[in-house]
Structures are given as C-alpha cells and as structure tokens.
C-alpha cells in the first residue's frame, strides 16, 4: 500500500467526524451561515442542480436510494463470503473501514450542499415575527380564527362521492403549479425566491406510506419528493413543505409554517385549504395539551367537510401503521436531533408559535 493511498484512506476516513465538528462550530455563527451559505454557496449548488434533474419527470433521488441499497445487500453478501475465506478479526476491519468511508463521504457531501442549512438564521428573525411564549388564551383564539378559514375554504373546495375533498386536476397538475406560491410569497420574503425543478411524484410511494412519510427532499439531486397516496387535502402542503426544504429551510417547524404560508397565498384555493388545515391540525393537537375542555368544545366547530377530511387522513395513515412506521419515526427522530433539533419529531410543534406570532402582528388574536 503506498504512502499517498495511506494518507487518502485517512483523510476519507476523518470526513465523518470533520462534517460533525464543522456542524457544530458554524452553529454558533448563523448570520454568517445566513449570508455566505444559505443565501450564497447553498443557492449556487442547489438552484443549477434542481434544474437539471428536474429535466428528468421521474426522482432521481429515488433511483439512487435503490442503488444504494443494492450496494449495502452486495457489500452484505460479500462481507459474509469473506468470513468463510478470511480471517474474521481482519474482515470485521477492513468492512468497519469501509463503513466509516462510505458514511463519511455521504455525510460530509450532505453537511456541504445542504445540511449547513440547519445553522442558519430562524425564520422568524429573517421573516421579523416575535416569537414569545404564548397563552392558552392566545392559542385558542388561533385555533377559532384557523377554524373558522378551514370551514370557509371548504366550501369552496370540491369533494368526491364519498363526500371528501379531491384535487379536481390531480396531484400531477398541483406539482407543475405549486410553484406560483412560492413565486408570490418570495415578494413578502425574499428568501424563498429562486429557480427550482418542479416536485416529483415517488413511484414506490407504498414504501413510503408504510414508513411514515409524506415526503422527502434529497438534497443530493435537490429534488422534492412527494408521496402520490397521502390524501388529496394534505398533498399541497406537504408539496409545498418539502418545496421548502429545496430553498434552503432544513427545520421542519419552519418547513410546515412555509408550506402553510405559500399554500395561503397560492391563487388555487384547494391549496389555500390544504394549508389551512395543517394549521388546524397542528394548533388544535397543541391545544388538546393544554386545555382538553377548550379542544372538545372548538372540534365542534368543525364543518362537516372538515370532519371529513380529517377522518380521511387519520384512516389513510392507520392502514399503514405497524413496525416499519415506529422504526422509521425513531430514525428521523434521531436524525433531527443530530441536527440540532433538540425536540426531535415534536419540534414540528413549534409551527404553532409561528403561527400565533404572525396571527397576533395582525391584531387577529385575543389581547392580553
């Protein structure tokens, strides 16, 4: 082995702890990650890529998870052939070695073209909302005013025969569209400007049903992924969350306050709804914490529509619960709090004080 392969190998090998440490450091500097990365170096990589793979009418994103998959059974097979041949100590080595490469270039490539995202500026510095804590009282004049725009959109809406609310030109044409919300909003917030691949639809969309996701961004074709089974009344915002993640917002508090934002400001008045009950969802669960009583009387204030809808969602994902579906929530709850999340999944919670930051800067909440 030569010297130089030597000094590759361990360079390849420190990738890993190297993206970890530079993660941690640039955390203690977000204006600078703001400035230079998310509005600079992040914009240059990802805005080219998108556009060409978003070329492509299929998830590049997708095809590679495939192959990597692939590569981790045959790399399996051939671990397992090599203990029979190999001397056990020296095949568990050299396969942690490789391992540790592989990870660190996964990794390290990831904390590069997006993952830094994660240490930029809150949204609520860049967007000026004052996010304080909040009274009961405050979240449940948030939850009548949200309530009250889901019933209102509703019947606007169409609904199929069972009496559910459907996308009447489908999820295909909702993502080629859903970019007319964010070329709107970019005027209120700059920040979200930006040329983009559209959406793309994931073929294996069961798979991703049974593990619990709706969507995902793969920022390594820059592609947002959309699951094509989640119910119509839930497909543009989750469209719209993981549009997102593509312009450089990593959070998933933010994320689900942007897709409620660009949906509301969409002229398609299916994914101002879509939007709409999101906030409804999340502001009513944060609710039922607080104050059960409160939470049974405004649930009646649903409309029938909405009761509907939200039945049909709870249905959809109760069908695909199971082992695969806890094991994938423990997985991205790990992965959130590797970056920085402190509150893991229940950080998607704070989409709430978001909410009643812009809803009390519009004077529309209870006053104090």
Known sequence: ??????????????????????????????NLIEKYYSNGIYRVISQPLSIITGIFPFSLGE????????YLL???????RNLKFK???????????????????IYFTFISIWGLNYQRLTFSEISNLNVKPAKVDELISLNEVLIKRANKL???????????????RGKSYCLK??????????????????????PKPVYMSSILSYLGISGIYFPF???????????????????????AHQRGFAKEDEANYIAYVTCNIHPNVSYKYSGTLLGVIYSMNALYKYDREEFLKLKTKYSDGVKRDLIAINDFWNRYEGFLEETSSKINNAYLKSNMQEDGILSYGKM????????RKKGLLVKN
Not at 74 to 79: M, V, Y
Not at 87 to 105: P, V
Request: aromatic share 12%.
């Open 87 to 105: 001397e056990i100590k020296k095949t568990l080595f050299n396969s942690l070695i490789k391992i540790t490469i592989t990870l660190g270039i």
């Open 177 to 198: 569209n859903a970019y007319k919300g964010y070329r709107l909003s970019s005027k209120l917030y700059p920040e979200l400007r930006g040329k983009y691949g559209n």
């Open 74 to 80: 045959i790399t399996l097979i051939k671990f397992l």
């Open 1 to 30: 082995m030569s010297m130089k392969y030597k000094k590759t190998k361990i360079i390849l090998i420190l990738l890993l702890p190297l993206g970890f440490l530079l993660s941690y450091v640039l955390s203690f500097v977000p």
């Open 63 to 70: 095809i590679l998870v495939i192959l990597f998959i692939l």
């Open 154 to 168: 509703r019947k606007k809406v169409k609904e199929n025969e069972l009496g559910i609310m459907y996308l009447p």
């Open 221 to 243: 074709t820059s592609e947002a992924n959309v699951n094509m089974l989640i119910p119509d009344s839930m497909f543009p915002v989750t469209t719209f969350h993981e549009m």
């Open 352 to 359: 709430v004080d978001l909410l009643i930051a812009e809803y």
